[in-house]
């Protein structure tokens, strides 16, 4: 059980493992985690883990490139259609602009469940799979993006990148996103170019450890745009530490400082995709009135948590004395839940300067998994803005995962890796009409047609609104946890 719990764990953070494969067996898995572990605490005392003192954003370079003002006329198309799709059999390496390989794919067929559609897109990724000895599609590599994102201009400009706000409701409310990424710069490409709009903030978080190239590629892309910059502490993400929430944290106060006067923030990993067009995220976070939307539930089970590494420290050796003895600031009550949430500005403000929050984030430091229980207690908490005490497992809205072993209404179509499902384009007819923002996870390398589909269904919401109705019959819909 708590075997499995691990294995859960770990994949919900996109993850920074470093171990080799095939580790699942017993044994191993626990030397990886010990090893994992005792290196965090290990680097805990070397560096300097936290680092509040953040630095001025620095400027960006003006250009005439920079992003163009909100035209008071808010057109309802975007001016640059989709995004380039690429062409069809281009080898990516030799035409980096069409880097994007365009697979021949009837999408409306896809997403009215078609299954002679289907299937006939599964055989052709399975031919392409062959193809490599890693039985993986060729993708294209982070130095081909670092390339082709060096000039802007042309980067812009093939991706067809918005560059007018569409609609004045959107205008009004400002997003911002966090983008903690550590691989693949080509599917993080395409999730920024799905999500990115002029007026909103975006935030990327490439992990300290990640190689040069892909450092590179996400810089590029941030360079180009006003409204994006990469956060100005990169932690070294380690599993299970507390790099991964200081990660979040610190670009939570590079975005309070930002002069975008965003009204939620959402983070979201590399391998997450929107299923909502911005329209109708801003619709669904404004139904939240002012509520936070974030995973929390009981877990007693992982109690054992908040003792066990930090007994390294103390000399407990039990839950409840290091509850009882040490309790958490406010004496929270600690739930667990997940890293991806929606979090009004309120709540971010509280979370960064609030006393009690700020004793709260030193306190769950030396804990296991501390991001899993940190957003999720703070919820639930009265104090927070936005908290709310009642809500339930189910109420969440930000990340469509379906776990192994957990029931859904429709079983994972794709695969399962680390427990979690990776979508192939069978499960796009269903994913498609989850109440969720985005959907967690893809693999480009694994199913490109995924990305593809869900992307050129955005690109047509986004230009023709009513299309939404199509897929959900109330929009946003009006009895949710939040209505209450
Ligand atoms: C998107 O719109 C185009 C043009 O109208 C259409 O051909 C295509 O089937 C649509 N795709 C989806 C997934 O709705
Ligand atoms: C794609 O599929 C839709 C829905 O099944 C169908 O109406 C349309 O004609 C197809 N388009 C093409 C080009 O085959
Ligand atoms: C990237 O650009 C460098 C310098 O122009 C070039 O040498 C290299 O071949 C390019 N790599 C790819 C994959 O495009
Ligand atoms: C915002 O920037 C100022 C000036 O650099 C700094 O003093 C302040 O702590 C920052 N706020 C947050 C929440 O990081
Ligand atoms: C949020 O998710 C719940 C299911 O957990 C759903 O009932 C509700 O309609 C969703 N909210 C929105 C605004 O889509
Ligand atoms: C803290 O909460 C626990 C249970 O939620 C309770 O048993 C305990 O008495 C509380 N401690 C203080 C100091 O309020
Ligand atoms: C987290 O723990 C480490 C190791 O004890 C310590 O150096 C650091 O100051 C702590 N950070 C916070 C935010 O409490
Ligand atoms: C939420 O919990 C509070 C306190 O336990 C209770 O008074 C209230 O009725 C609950 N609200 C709902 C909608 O369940």
Redesign the pocket.
Known sequence: MKHQNNIKKMDKRCLFRRSPRGVMIWGAWLTVTFVLTSSYFMADKTSKLHRYTLEKIPLRKQSEEAVTRASPQYPLTDPHGPPSAGTQGTKV?SR?EFYNRYWPVNCSAVFEEDVQEIARVDAMLKKERQKSKKGEIDIA?D??VA?FTQNCENYRTIRGFPTKVLSKEEEEFPLAFIILTHKNAAQVELLFRAIYQPHNVYAFHPDGNSPPEFQRAIRNMASCFDNVFVCSKLEKVQYAGFTRLLADINCMHDLVNHSVQWKYVINQCGEAFPLKTNLEMVKMIKAYHGRVDAESYDAPHKLSRFHKLSSRYTSFTKTEDRLNRYPPPGNITLHSGNAYNTLSREFVDYVLTDKEAVQFLSWINMTHSPDEHFWASLRRYHNAPGSYPNITHKDINTSFVKWGGEKASKECVGKYVRGICVISTGYLPYVSRVPNLFVNKIHYSYDPVTLQCMQELLTNRTRNPQLTLQYYKEFPPKRAWYWY
Request: net charge negative.
């Open positions: 390496e980096p590599s130095t081909l390339n």
